[in-house]
């Protein structure tokens, strides 16, 4: 997570702004919490922790909150921290899909709260495999177009073993397989091209153009879902377009 929803409108408040700082950070600190307890303490020999503490440090996350987080969880300060990854599927307005990527150390905690934030706001649980099979896991690198083409960004990445460029509003996105994602990011400095956000996340093969009433329902789903201590990632099939977005922006 890069502390902002994909598909969140940008007429927000302070202190929503700040709610979703404070959230980002904590699932950050998950990350390296995680990553701490699979591969030890050392960054020169866990990958995974490395990244992880590369990510904080780019959302701003104090080093006293990253450091404390590495002790936890590799054991050092005699805390048990054992997280599960749990995938829950649902769907939204207009047979939109839904994927809910939960890290949790309560699995019956979160499968209520995930049930109830779904059915809540006009959603419904569906039996597993019947949304998961829509997505794949893929390296995505968002970036600002600037001034930049999508062409002059495939040419700087298509070495790198990058699938396609995209545009997603005022960002492109390079899609890869996740293990090329590390050569791509490295492709794109070499380029001189700033990138914001390099994350492995389940992208849909198809997607679903949502009315601003779907739109409006789909947001507040979103909201709740993102809003949950347990649930680290929302992934989606829904595509809201710029028409209705500015819609969404009058209310």
């Known amino acids: 997570m ?18 979703r700082r404070a959230k980002s950070f904590a699932k ?17 020999g866990n990958p995974a922790l490395e990244l992880a503490v590369s990510k904080a440090k780019k959302t701003s996350v104090p080093n006293d909150n990253i450091d404390r987080a590495i002790k936890r969880g590799a054991g050092l300060t005699g805390e048990v921290v054992d997280y599960s990854e749990i995938i829950y ?24 709260e ?3 934030a779904v059915t809540r706001n006009g959603g419904s649980i569906a039996d597993p495999g019947s949304v998961a099979y829509m997505f794949s896991r893929k390296g995505v690198v968002a970036l600002p177009k600037k001034d930049l083409t999508e062409d002059d960004v495939l040419m700087a990445v298509l070495e790198a073993g990058a699938d396609e460029v995209k545009e997603a509003g005022d ?12 050569a791509v990011v490295a492709a794109l400095e070499e380029a001189g091209i700033e990138y914001e956000t390099d994350e492995i996340e389940f992208v849909s093969s198809m997607q679903v153009d949502l009315d601003a009433d779907a739109a409006r329902k789909f947001l507040k789903l979103v909201d709740a879902l993102e809003d949950l201590d347990d649930v680290q990632n929302v992934y989606s099939n829904a595509d809201i377009s710029a028409e209705v977005l500015a819609e969404l922006e009058e209310d």
């Open 2 to 19: 890069s502390g902002h929803s994909k598909w969140a409108t940008t007429k927000h408040k302070k202190a929503v702004i700040d709610a």
């Open 171 to 182: 960002n492109f996105e390079v899609h890869s397989e996740p293990s090329d994602l590390r």
């Open 114 to 116: 995930v049930r109830v």
């Open 28 to 44: 950050l600190i998950k990350n390296i919490e995680v990553a701490a307890r699979a591969g030890g303490a050392d960054l020169s």
């Open 89 to 112: 599927e649902a769907r939204g307005p207009q047979g939109s899909a839904v994927l809910i990527e939960c890290l949790t150390d309560n699995k019956n905690r979160a499968a209520s």
